[in-house]
């Protein structure tokens, strides 16, 4: 028999909270638990993806590091192809930059020039909202290769850093809201 699936709230009693990593005063949730739960991770798959059927979105873009996690296993649920939009540097081929601000610290996010389709379909993937500027900064990418967001999704938002208000106009969903 197959095994019951997981709440939102069973998965958010897995997330571990580590104080003062990587830096005093930061609360970071580990998503590790839940990854190494097989019922749990799996079940959080089926949560981010149960709105759109399979062929309904063309590529899951996923978000460095830990959104590569999520976003490469829904897309193989969604029938999907899968993109990185990684930090500055580590991309091989020729991509587009953006500046964005951080909970902690300031950084550039990558795309390559030609990992989407103008006019595709666009699923955006991370672990965690923050304050925003990181989905802000991928979206941003994504807009600049022609391609429609049709959501961006993520396990956890820190509620009480705004993140949704960098985001307005998208269609945005957590699934543990702190
Ligand atoms: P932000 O741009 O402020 O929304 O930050 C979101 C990004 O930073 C995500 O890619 C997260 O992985 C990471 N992040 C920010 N704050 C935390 C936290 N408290 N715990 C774990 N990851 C975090």
Redesign the pocket.
Known sequence: MSQPKPTPSEIGHAIRN?PD?PKPG??????TPVLADARLFSGTIELLTERFKPGTVDTVVG?????FIFAAAAAVRLQAGFVPVRKKGKLPYRTHEQD?????GSATIAIHVDALRPGSRVLLI????????????AAALVHRLGANILEISFL?E?SF?K?RD?LTGYPVRSLVVY
């Open positions: 580590v990593f930061i609360q970071f949730k580990d998503i978000i460095d590091a830990r959104g964005y601000a951080l909970e902690y991370d672990d965690l909202l923050a304050t925003g500027g990181t989905a802000a900064a956890i820190l850093l993140g960098k």
